[in-house]
């Protein structure tokens, strides 16, 4: 043993001194430890970390663990416009004639060639007779989602081609009609459930 070897704090000092015993293939650990500051700041953090669990998992549930905060942020959500999932169809009523003169627009227009012939949706469209939906439940956001479509994804801007109110009758159409109809070959549901 008693070979020099260089302590950090540069004196040379016997091995023998800090040697713990244990060596691996002439790899000696030395009893060498931490300075108190790093020792002070390592249990800081754990001291830390009990106030920290407190403050956010702290019992009772307080609401401010994750899961609480992401429900709260999912309750604001559905407060903006277009995506309150409470106001589907169900609360609007369109009439009679608005629906009669939608459904006949839905196959001059030639919506059924993706959505399908009752709207239960095909390989290229949604199905708009289940309670899902990509863009948004609301009259408004079908009336945009016809108005501008959806290019990227296939859907055919119709603003050019059709007027407003025949947009508004295929609106009363799929969410007065189709919404709920429940077709046979019905595609498997898209988007956010709206109920
Ligand atoms: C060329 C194919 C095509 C035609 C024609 C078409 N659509 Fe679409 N439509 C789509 C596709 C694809 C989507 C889904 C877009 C997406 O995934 O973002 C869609 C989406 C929609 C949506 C939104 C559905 C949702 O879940 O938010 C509505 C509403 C809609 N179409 C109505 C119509 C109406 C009304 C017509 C006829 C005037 C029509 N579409 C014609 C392909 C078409």
Redesign the pocket.
Known sequence: MAEIIKHPKNENIQNDKYSTDHDYDGIKELNNPSPYWVLLLFLGTIAFSLFYAVHYFGYPNNGRDQISEYNKQMAEVGKQPGQNPSELSASVVFTKEQMTEGAK??TE???F???GMKGEGNA???N?TDH?????CKPAD?VK??QEG?PE????P?KST?TDAQIKN?VAY?LGTLVGSNPPNAKAP??VECN
């Open positions: 627009l839905f227009k030639g919506c060639a993706c959505h290229i469209g949604p708009m899902f939906w990509i863009h948004g079908l989602t016809i959806v994804k296939g859907m055919t119709f059709l295929l799929i898209q988007g």
